[in-house]
């Protein structure tokens, strides 16, 4: 499977933390997108980094891709309640055009 | 702009009846893109167009699954006839592709599909 698999599958930290979600691939990308998903809701276009670019920033997000080890972290920084929500990783395939596969997510719980 | 619009938001219908789920992608995009959500499968594409032809239907689960775009201002999902699987919420993407360079989506709200 081309799926982004995302890990850990649930995390809980306190409000002010910082968050860790990590998103590993296994074939050649062209890009990889992150989204937020709030319960019960569609899905929120965060950051896209292409096989080019090894780190992007978006307020307090930061994203990094490493292409050798077929691997995305995103780390959200100073963590708010308002942050808990389901973070996906989609990649795009580098032999396929336009087409998108994504993880099974991560489920954030931000604790005020 | 309003965004990609899905209706109806809610479906729920009996098993072996026909459902059409319709989508309006953002008025510029060129891409047009169906997902599938369960709790068991995750996120699954369906099918997706480009420039209202569609291009990879790969994922779609059977038969009794249909997509048309028969504009670039629609997209309409038809599952004939419908079987409790198909529960799930179903959601409509849309895309600017540009010089064969990707770009993020946006998703619509979803329609939650409910079959008995």
């Known amino acids: 499977s081309q799926q982004g698999e995302e890990d850990p599958q649930a995390l809980s930290i306190q409000e002010g933390e910082n968050a860790t979600m990590n998103c590993s691939y296994k074939t050649s990308i062209n890009n990889l997108q992150w989204y937020r998903q709030n319960s019960g809701r569609g899905l929120v276009h965060l950051i896209l980094i292409r096989s080019n670019e090894r780190e992007k920033h978006s307020g307090r997000l930061r994203v990094t891709l490493d292409t050798s080890k077929k691997s995305s972290s995103l780390l959200i920084t100073a963590s708010r309640a308002a942050d808990t929500a389901s973070y996906f990783c989609a990649t795009g395939s580098a ?18 | ?81 419908s079987e409790p699987r198909d529960s ?28 008995l």
């Not at chain 1, 055009?97 to 604790?111: A, D, I, P, R, W």
């Not at chain 2, 799930?88 to 409910?114: H, K």
Request: glycine share 8%.
């Open chain 1, 95 to 112: 032999y396929n055009f336009n087409k998108f596969y994504f993880g099974s997510g991560t489920k954030l719980n931000v604790k005020p």
């Open chain 2, 88 to 115: 799930a919420v179903y959601f409509c993407a849309s895309s600017l592709v540009e010089n064969w360079v990707y770009n993020e989506q946006f998703f619509g709200p979803g329609t939650r599909l409910t079959v």
């Open chain 2, 1 to 81: 702009d309003a965004g990609v619009i899905q209706s109806p938001r809610h479906e729920v219908t009996e098993m072996g009846q026909e459902v059409t789920l319709r989508c309006k992608p953002i008025s510029g995009h060129n891409s047009l893109f169906w997902y599938r959500q369960t709790m068991m499968r995750g996120l699954e594409l369906l099918i997706y167009f480009n420039n209202n032809v569609p291009i990879d239907d790969s994922g779609m689960p059977e038969d009794r699954f249909s997509a048309k775009m028969p504009n670039a201002s629609f997209s309409t999902l038809k599952i004939q006839p």
